[in-house]
């Protein structure tokens, strides 16, 4: 009788993401932030970087006078937020078009991590 062999389905690893596009990923950041805020930090980190050191994104909380949620900069070494620039901005929608960003959302705490959108290097279109 002859043997036979059992083929295993090939896995394949679908990368986590929030989006088929750069819009659609900033506004699930955002959203994010708002759904987790107090519980969990939900943090973008440029891991691919022309400008040194990757530079790490928190949504920031609005002011009274603002309509809503911003995008800022996390800075010595995560203890402060500060509005961003227009140039860090693009910055960030370009790491995303060109898969150089990495979302996670993680408890300082515990340590528990979990990658929301992984940076792949794969680009994606803008909107």
């Not at 959203?31 to 990757?54: C, F, N, R």
């Not at 949504?59 to 809503?68: T, V």
């Not at 995560?78 to 993680?106: K, M, P």
Request: net charge neutral.
């Amino acid at each position: 009788m002859p043997s036979q062999t059992i083929q295993q389905p090939r896995r394949v690893h679908v990368p986590p993401s929030l989006g088929a596009n750069v819009d659609q990923v900033l506004r699930e950041f955002l959203a994010q932030s708002d759904a987790w805020v107090g519980i969990y930090v939900i943090e973008a980190t440029l891991v691919v970087s022309d400008a040194g050191p990757a530079r790490k994104y928190r949504a920031a909380l609005p002011s009274p006078s603002a309509r809503s949620t911003r995008i800022g900069v996390s800075s010595a070494g995560g203890l402060c937020l500060r509005e961003s620039t227009e140039a860090e901005e693009a910055e960030l929608e370009d790491g995303l078009r060109r898969g150089f960003v990495q979302i996670e959302r993680f408890r300082a705490r515990s340590g528990e991590r979990h990658v929301l959108h992984q940076a792949t290097g794969r680009e994606i279109p803008i909107n």
